[in-house]
């Protein structure tokens, strides 16, 4: 079974900075690779799958890249409302989470 | 925009049984695969099962697998989750969502959840 590593559990950024996300797989996985959204109380949101592909309504500063064992997240300039826990997920594994707090 | 209301939660003592319920509107249910995926308290999201459109095929996380069933009525629109042999460590809220394909792995529209407490 898969294990996914995301990185940094913690990442501090302001509004408009740029930030960056990482999940590393334990084997490659080829590029079926999906990345969510969640806010407390809220249902999480599918962003990107298949590594790059953006969702349909997911606004063009999230971008998923990579393939193989190594994948990034990076939302270009951060919203107010980008603040929240990011999961990467393949199959039925999900990463531990990113939490992006305002700094 | 695509519906998805789960029920059927609440508190129950371990050993015992749930069922949980999941209604779908607003897509072709019997067109796609649907799962179910929990987050226990202060923890990340866990995949829990999925099952294929026309129910043909199911797989189970190994923490579930042979307490958990997951079912649906395609002609209720209707998905279910079954939890027996309930532990405490199954205390979560329970989303439901709908896969991208007919089968897979790639949830793309989500319930708010429903909580289950297993507790004595």
């Known amino acids: 079974e898969v294990v996914l590593t995301q990185s940094p559990v913690t990442l501090s950024l302001s509004p408009g900075e740029r930030a960056t996300l990482s999940c590393r797989a334990s084997q490659r996985v080829n590029i079926y690779l999906a990345w969510y959204q969640h806010k407390p109380g809220q249902a999480p949101r599918l962003l990107i799958y298949d590594a790059s592909n953006r969702a349909p309504g997911i606004p063009a500063r999230f971008s998923g890249s990579g393939s193989g064992t190594d994948f990034t997240l990076t939302i270009s300039s951060l919203e107010p409302e980008d603040f929240a826990v990011y999961y990467c997920?393949?199959?039925?594994?999900f990463g531990g989470g990113t939490t992006v707090e305002i700094k | 925009q695509v519906q998805l209301v789960e029920s059927g939660g609440g508190v129950v003592q371990p050993g015992r049984s749930l069922r949980l319920s999941c209604a779908a509107s607003r897509f072709t249910f019997s067109r796609y695969g649907m799962h179910w995926v929990r987050q226990a308290p202060g923890k990340g999201l866990e995949w829990v099962a999925v099952i294929s459109d026309d129910g043909d095929n199911r797989y189970y996380a190994d923490s579930v697998k042979g307490r958990f069933t997951i079912s649906r009525d395609n002609s209720r629109n209707t998905l279910y989750l079954q939890v027996d042999s309930l532990r405490t460590e199954d205390t979560a809220i329970y989303h439901c969502?709908?896969?991208?394909?007919?089968?897979?792995?790639?949830?793309?529209?989500w319930g708010q959840g429903i909580s289950v407490t297993v507790s004595s």
């Open positions: 969502a709908k896969d991208k394909y007919s089968f897979g792995y790639t949830p793309d529209s």
């Open positions: 997920q393949q199959r039925g594994t």
